[in-house]
């Protein structure tokens, strides 16, 4: 079955150092998710990028937090610099359609789980 | 703003009998309605979903919910649970502005299943 790569799984690191995280979306699929998910505030959708374009990104934190795709088979988010509350699990997804209403399910990858010293 | 609230924290069923897990949204138009299921060896996937028509709706693994506009609900519901449907299971809603759409999540409802 093809699936959605998130990498690292796990990453430490200490307050102030960059920290990125990568998604492989599915081949084909044509949307991306970011989501974040802590004790303290549960599930929070990020961004989302459609054909490689951000269609919406209100929900990240802009001065620290970016998100991009370099091309169709990567998907990145960076914070610059890291804060001890980015701590979390950041889920990426992909999906097929026009976003976040799409018809089509968005698939969810194994998530990647932060922790800032 | 919409918002949405899950007002069980942790319900416990018995395998075979019939569950129901709450949910509230408040939005001032229709909304875009979820429920999402988040187990250790499945990750996080999308149960199903209601965007318009249908009151109720059909997803996978048996379940379905129905909205409700007049109690502003969208409960999910299966009538005999398997020890597999122990999970976390979260609703949301979604609300489609003129250039951006946002989904917020409730806190969760954690399903236990007694043998």
């Known amino acids: 079955d093809a699936r959605v790569t998130q990498t690292p799984r796990h990453k430490v690191t200490e307050m102030g150092q960059e920290v990125t995280m990568r998604c492989q979306p599915i081949?084909?699929?044509?949307?991306v998710f970011w989501y974040r998910q802590t004790m303290m505030q549960g599930l929070e959708l990020l961004a989302y990028f459609r054909n490689r374009a951000p269609l919406d990104d209100s929900g990240m934190p802009k001065d620290r937090f970016s998100a991009e795709m370099p091309d169709a088979t990567l998907a990145t988010l960076k914070i610059q610099p890291s804060e001890p509350r980015d701590s979390a699990v950041y889920f990426c997804?992909?999906?097929?359609?026009?976003?976040?209403?799409?018809?089509?399910?968005?698939?969810f990858g194994d998530g990647t789980r932060l922790s800032i010293l | 703003a919409q918002s949405v609230t899950q007002p069980d924290i942790h319900i416990t069923v018995s395998e075979g009998a019939s569950l129901e897990l709450r949910c509230n949204y408040s939005?001032?138009?229709?909304?875009?309605l979820f429920w999402y299921v988040q187990s250790p060896g499945q990750g996080l996937q999308l149960l199903l979903k209601?965007?318009?028509?249908?009151?109720l709706v059909q997803g996978i693994k048996g379940f379905e919910a129905e909205f409700k506009r007049s109690q502003s609900s969208f409960n999910l519901r299966k009538p005999s649970v398997h020890w597999s449907d122990a999970a976390e299971y979260f609703c949301?809603?979604?609300?489609?502005?003129?250039?951006?759409?946002?989904?917020?999540f409730g806190s969760g409802t954690r399903l236990s299943i007694r043998p």
């Open positions: 949301a809603v979604g609300a489609a502005y003129s250039s951006a759409s946002k989904i917020i």
């Open positions: 997804a992909s999906g097929l359609g026009d976003g976040l209403y799409s018809n089509q399910p968005q698939h």
């Open positions: 209601y965007f318009s028509g249908d009151t």
């Open positions: 939005y001032g138009a229709t909304p875009y």
């Open positions: 081949l084909g699929h044509n949307t």
